[in-house]
């Protein structure tokens, strides 16, 4: 069986999650695991968001959390439908961050999930989520 290599992009106001099948999060989000450790983002504190079709600029990264699939899902795709629920989005991601990255969101930015498994915690439920903010807009 063939196997179509896409990225699923879903925008609404606010985030854009990108989550990938385990298959493909293997080979293309692979490196995001390197974000557990603070000194890797220290290094590494900003990323380019490409597809093959278009290009979502620079991202800097505010947080990384390793949770549960269960709890990793209020991160997916929100609209923020007030300055609050922006500002709880975020002050939530940081409270449940791996490190304290000392960044905040600019509000009304838009913000980016990227999703993939790890099974280091959680076992098979485990999911690494890095999330940042479009810094090419500001």
Request: glycine share 4%; hydrophobic share 40%.
């Amino acid at each position: 069986s063939s196997r179509r290599r896409h990225t699923r992009l879903l925008w609404v106001t606010g985030v854009l999650t990108c989550a990938l099948p385990i298959w493909a999060s293997n080979l293309m989000f692979s490196q995001l695991t390197r974000y557990k450790s603070l000194s890797f983002w220290r290094s590494h504190p900003t990323l380019t968001f490409d597809t093959a079709d278009q290009s979502y600029g620079t991202w800097t990264i505010f947080a990384v959390c390793h949770l549960p699939a269960s709890q990793a899902s209020s991160f997916f795709a929100k609209e923020f439908v007030s300055r609050a629920a922006f500002t709880s989005f975020v002050r939530e991601a940081q409270q449940n961050a791996l490190y304290d990255t000392g960044i905040q969101a600019p509000e009304n930015s838009r913000l980016l999930t990227l999703v993939t498994c790890d099974r280091s915690r959680y076992g098979k439920e485990g999911r690494l989520l890095v999330l940042a903010f479009c810094s090419s807009e500001l």
